[in-house]
């Protein structure tokens, strides 16, 4: 691969529209991304969904495309509703079943393969340790790091089973802050002590069971890091993720264009300090011209000397080994066999089995659901 190419396999990005249109087809020529990630502005039916990934792939013969969706349930969803949907994971947490939540993550894998969609942004193992939280809410299994570490594993287990790969996020915990990483940039004043007790347990449950890949978090932890927020601290990736947890997999950033970050570096910059901290893959959601100014930021980086050839080798071979285990060798999804799985009758027993196990728990008389928002996508673009 040229450097150019290399470069290419450690993008991930969105766009937007329904189709594979010229122009789109053009970029996606000129800047070779190893992933796509689809939103709910590029999904409209189960047929659109099938042409769309067919499309995408045969414009990337010789490394077939990771298609991420943030299919988490509940109030982030990505899919139309002829899909099987769940209700939220904190739901799901309050069942206390890993049973359920390996079958519901199963069905979900198994839908999303049918469609060619090969890689899911779940499972969310952050704790819901702040009530104020204004984004994680009820997209996290609980606010025990044991039930959340139990939920996550299963759902895992669910997807890589069915050849999904799982993304588990917001790496190292989200779940404490008190502001939106979409918006500004959560900080985090709680200890280390706090931290290894409450945040990082469910982390280090699917490192040692395997987690395919993981999402930092653009938050700003003091007792790891008093200056950069985790998706750009060594400290946080190479040193605590990569050597103290010995985690081996695919560490992905969060959309660099949330102002978490954007507000602070340009998206080149941002690029570069997110790989040269120990990501792996960087997430650009929306904006195309971004995309390119990032990839040309990197490939400065390595003409400079800031990125070394080594550096550079290892995240390139920790990408082909994701993809040589979830994505080859590859095969064109068909609409007979897409309409066969999705939401068929099994999928729809399973989620009224849920509704029902959920229904004989007892609920208080009032619930607050956290809502987030987003500027790409609503209620919440993914992550």
Not at 133 to 139: A, F, W
Not at 272 to 301: N, W
Request: net charge negative; glycine share 8%; aromatic share 6%.
């Amino acid at each position: 691969m040229t450097l150019r190419e290399q470069i290419g396999q450690l993008f991930m990005m969105g766009f937007t529209g329904t189709t594979v249109t010229k122009d789109l087809a053009s970029f996606l020529a000129a800047s070779k991304p190893g992933g796509v990630i689809f939103f709910r502005r590029n999904l409209e039916s189960v047929q659109q969904i099938v042409d769309l990934t067919n499309g995408l792939q045969k414009l990337s013969p010789a490394q077939p495309l990771l298609i991420a969706i943030d299919q988490e349930g509940g109030r982030v969803s990505r899919l139309p509703a002829e899909f099987t949907i769940f209700p939220p994971c904190g739901q799901l947490g309050q069942c206390n079943s890993s049973e359920l939540a390996y079958s519901a993550a199963a069905t979900i894998a198994k839908e999303l393969r049918a469609v060619g969609i090969n890689m899911n942004m779940a499972p969310v193992l952050d704790v819901n340790s702040n009530p104020d939280n204004p984004v994680i809410g009820d997209r996290a299994f609980g606010a025990a790091p044991e039930l959340v570490g139990e939920m996550g594993l299963a759902t895992i287990g669910g997807l890589q089973d069915n050849m999904v790969v799982a993304c588990g996020k917001h790496f190292p915990g989200h779940g404490d802050t008190a502001t939106d990483s979409h918006k500004e940039l959560p900080v985090v004043d709680a200890g280390l002590h706090r931290l290894r007790e409450t945040e990082f347990p469910p982390f280090q449950q699917a490192i040692r069971y395997g987690v395919s890949s993981l999402m930092t978090a653009h938050v700003l932890y003091r007792a790891l890091d008093p200056e950069a927020p985790a998706t750009l601290s060594s400290a946080v990736i190479e040193r605590l993720l990569r050597e103290e947890f010995r985690y081996e997999g695919v560490v992905f950033t969060d959309d660099l264009e949330m102002h978490a970050i954007i507000d602070h570096d340009g998206i080149g910059e941002a690029a570069v300090r997110s790989f040269v901290a120990g990501c792996d893959v960087l997430l650009i959601c929306k904006d195309q011209d971004r995309v390119m100014t990032a990839m040309q930021a990197m490939e400065r980086a390595v003409n400079d000397g800031r990125i070394t050839q080594d550096r550079l080798a290892q995240s390139l071979a920790r990408v082909a080994k994701l993809k040589a285990r979830y994505l080859h060798p590859y095969k064109p999804v068909t609409i007979s066999d897409a309409r066969l799985v999705v939401g068929c009758r099994s999928h729809k027993v399973l989620l009224d089995s849920w509704h029902k196990a959920y229904a004989r728990i007892p609920q208080p008389k009032s619930v607050e659901t956290v809502q987030a928002t987003s500027s790409h996508d609503s209620p919440v673009t993914h992550v």
